[in-house]
């Protein structure tokens, strides 16, 4: 990551949600909203702040909600996660042009495999308008999956 550059904070999400799948493997999928460590995820998913990777305009995170988390086993140490959030951006008090808020849905799918403590796979889809400014930036999914491979490796590095 080169200096003054912002880790994606959707993969963060499922790199979150990655530590419930390295509990006893599960059977097919489950909804991690269900687990008792959500509570410690959904706190730290709160202070994503998406929006602020915009260089200019709805630059400021008003509301980031996760409505699904699924973690599902797909045999011999491998799992999937994903993650749906509703994001919403709006202007900043201190811009010189406001703006109205702007809204999307994100959808954070990591593909891994727990016993190597890998990331095999990432893609990050957020649609609506804020969409349409995010996908503008450049390397987001590439950037997205180092940054959530190094995550995954400081946490298995807890276990």
């Not at 959904?42 to 994503?48: E, H, Q």
């Not at 190597?116 to 400014?133: K, N, P, Q, V, Y």
């Not at 940054?147 to 276990?159: F, G, K």
Request: proline residues 6%.
């Amino acid at each position: 990551m080169n200096p003054g550059e912002k880790p994606c904070k959707v993969v963060g999400i499922a790199v979150g949600l990655l530590a419930m799948s390295l509990v006893p493997a599960w059977a097919s999928c489950k909804s991690a909203m269900s687990s008792p460590q959500w509570p410690d995820v959904a706190r730290a998913i709160s202070t994503a702040q998406l929006c602020e990777q915009l260089p200019v305009g709805p630059n400021r995170t008003s509301s980031f909600k996760v409505v699904s988390a699924d973690v599902c086993s797909t045999g011999d140490s491998l799992a999937s996660i994903k993650a749906t959030a509703l994001l919403t951006c709006e202007t900043g008090d201190d811009a010189l042009f406001q703006m109205e808020p702007v809204e999307g849905k994100v959808v954070a799918t990591v593909s891994l495999d727990v016993r190597a403590c890998r990331i095999m796979d990432t893609h990050i889809e957020i649609d609506g308008e804020i969409g349409s400014l995010l996908s503008g930036l450049p390397d987001t999914q590439d950037f997205g999956r180092n940054w959530a491979q190094s995550q995954l490796t400081r946490l298995c590095q807890l276990r």
